[in-house]
């Protein structure tokens, strides 16, 4: 059993929206910053966007403007808005913890943009 689990992705047109989820379902985010990361075929994976435990978040520069990240302690759940979605925001999209120890790589969360 993965300890993140991903969920919202799905198919969308260019410049719509989608909103992922990553819950820890044994509740053990903890304080450290919690991030989401993406892999698109063949390509390295990258960190977008992170959020710590206060609320405190930066991203990649070539989702900033479009994707928000929140976090929500209580439900041991981070969201991540994507906006003004673009073809090149296709990838497989993961969380995971973004200052370590890293967890186990859970299935993700498959994000397509269409043009």
């Known amino acids: 059993q993965v300890q993140f689990v991903e969920s919202g992705g799905g198919l969308v047109q260019a410049g719509g929206s989608l909103r992922l989820s990553c819950t820890d379902s044994g509740r053990g985010f903890g304080s450290g910053a919690i991030g989401w990361y993406r892999q698109a075929p063949g390509e390295q994976r990258e960190l977008v966007a992170w959020?710590?435990?206060?609320?405190?978040?930066d991203y990649a520069d070539s989702v900033k403007g479009r994707f928000t990240i929140t976090r929500d302690n209580a439900k041991n759940t981070v969201y991540l808005q994507m906006n003004s979605l673009k073809p090149e925001d296709t990838a497989i999209y993961y969380c995971n913890s973004a200052s370590g120890p890293y967890r186990s790589w859970g299935q993700g969360a498959p994000v397509t943009v269409s043009s």
């Open positions: 959020v710590n435990r206060v609320g405190i978040k």
